[in-house]
Structure formats: structure tokens, C-alpha cells
């Protein structure tokens, strides 16, 4: 199996690349084609500059195959219960089945968290239930002038 590596701020364009193909891979055909074009390679190497810079942050990442990211809890409301939040999961395709999403979950994990996963993806509704995700809400979230279920899970 490939390593876990803990990300720095020079990983940026790197992360960029993957978080772009990972997102439309993951979600075309669950949100509209407006809401994955408007990500593209420039918002994303933007938005992973910022992360990177970030000291409240924790990201790890399989070069090439995918990352993952644990931060505080945005959600006051759960913030007693679930500290901590899974911010984003992502493999590309190939890289999936392997036990890598395990071994970055895994490596993330520190505290109760919470995850959010969009109601039609079923592969990672399967990952987070074999993880002991446990569904705390359904919620309806406006996406390009729709809306979306949302699942919010939380983890022990």
C-alpha cells in the first residue's frame, strides 16, 4: 500500500489537481454540472494555499491517489458532543478499494467527529458505515439554484 503522508504547503498544486478529479469524479450525476464546473483548477489551488497555510488543520494525503481532512466542529450546536469535523475524503476512482480511505481515516481520527455526505453517494455511505458512522440528521441544502439531502454522520 501506498504511504500516508502528511501535507505541507508546497503539496498545494498537487492537492489542487487531486481535489478537482477526485470532486467530479465523485459527484457528477449527484449535483448539477454548474455546481462541479464552478471548482475548477484555479479555485481549487486558491482554496488549498489557504488550507495549507492553516495551523488548525490536519491534512494527510496519498500522493497521486487522494487526501483527507479533520478540522474543528463549524457547527456550534454540535461542537459538545462531535469536536471535531471530516472537512473532505476524497480517492480517485482507481484508487478506491484498497484500504487507503481506511488508513487516511485512520490517521485523521483523534477525537468524535462528524462527516457530511451528500444522500446519493453510496459507496461512501458504505465506507462510513463500516467506520462506525452513525446518521445523526437529514437536511435539505441549496446547491445551483436546487437543493441536495445531505446526511450528517457522526463518529464515536
Known sequence: MKDVVAACVG???????????AWAETYRGLLPEAEIARYDLPFRLAQWERILARDNIRVLWVPGCGFGMMGAQREAARLAAWPEELCALYLLRAAQGQGLGRALLAGLRQRPFTAIVVAGNARALRFYAAAGGVELERRQEPVAGGTVEEIVLGFG
Not at 503539496?11 to 478529479?21: F, N, R, Y
Open 11 to 21: 503539496d498545494a498544486a498537487a492537492l489542487a489537481g487531486l481535489h478537482h478529479q
